[in-house]
T-cell receptor, first 114, second 114 residues
Framework: DVKVTQSSRYLVKRTGEKVFLECVQD?????MFWYRQDPGLGLRLIYF???????EKGDIPEGYSVSREKKERFSLILESASTNQTSMYLC?????????????FGPGTRLTVT | AQSVTQLDSHVSVSEGTPVLLRCNYS??????LFWYVQHPNKGLQLLLK??????LVKGINGFEAEFKKSETSFHLTKPSAHMSDAAEYFC????????????FGAGTRLAVHP
């Protein structure tokens, strides 16, 4: 079974702090993603990495950066946390199955910024 | 542009009765469509996917969805609801431009009553 793990289930940080969210996958997938999930908005893509040291901005990259130094690990960084970044953050990795891709999600990190 | 609209934010059914979760999509291409489920405090799990093969797609836990091009719909159904089906469900379309990113609907929360 594919496993995607995230370093914390719950996190509370103060405004202005630098925050690191870590994600690890164990299936040698090349592609990894970070989303945020907010009620009524579904999931929105923050950043995508298609290979080690490669990244692409998603739909809402402002206020975030990412790091992918190793294939299995994809980190999301909030340089200076703000209250509007309070949200659920989900990491995913994916593999190609036939003509489509299948994404596997981690359990999420609920971040509260006070 | 690709998009999905989930027509109901909340659906409530009694145990043993049918489930219908509605989804309309918009796509300039032949779409790949998915339904994901998220149980409380869990990550997202793929229920089923449509990739231009059979229009009636069977998924896990007795769920199925029918792709109707003329109606641009991909509704999720189950003949008989179980208490364990209570969760949030997301209709998702894949955007084939660039890196096949997933575009999520806003979600439908399904409540199942005894």
């Amino acid at each position: 079974d594919v496993k995607v793990t995230q370093s914390s289930r719950y996190l509370v940080k103060r405004t202005g702090e630098k925050v690191f969210l870590e994600c690890v996958q164990d299936m040698d997938h090349e592609n990894m993603f970070w989303y945020r999930q907010d009620p009524g908005l579904g999931l929105r893509l923050i950043y995508f990495s298609y290979d080690v040291k490669m990244k692409e901005k998603g739909d809402i990259p402002e206020g975030y950066s990412v790091s992918r130094e190793k294939k299995e690990r994809f980190s999301l960084i909030l340089e200076s946390a703000s209250t509007n970044q309070t949200s659920m953050y989900l990491c995913a990795s994916r593999q190609k199955t036939g003509t489509t891709y299948e994404q596997y999600f981690g359990p999420g990190t609920r971040l509260t910024v006070t | 542009a690709q998009s999905v609209t989930q027509l109901d934010s909340h659906v409530s059914v009694s145990e043993g009765t049918p489930v219908l979760l509605r989804c309309n999509y918009s796509s300039s291409y032949s779409p790949s469509l998915f339904w994901y489920v998220q149980h409380p405090n869990k990550g997202l799990q793929l229920l089923l996917k449509y990739t231009s093969a059979a229009t009636l797609v069977k998924g896990i836990n007795g769920f199925e969805a029918e792709f109707k091009k003329s109606e641009t719909s991909f509704h999720l159904t189950k003949p008989s609801a179980h208490m364990s089906d209570a969760a949030e469900y997301f209709c998702v379309v894949s955007d084939p431009r660039g890196y096949n990113k997933l575009i999520f609907g806003a979600g439908t929360r399904l409540a199942v009553h005894p």
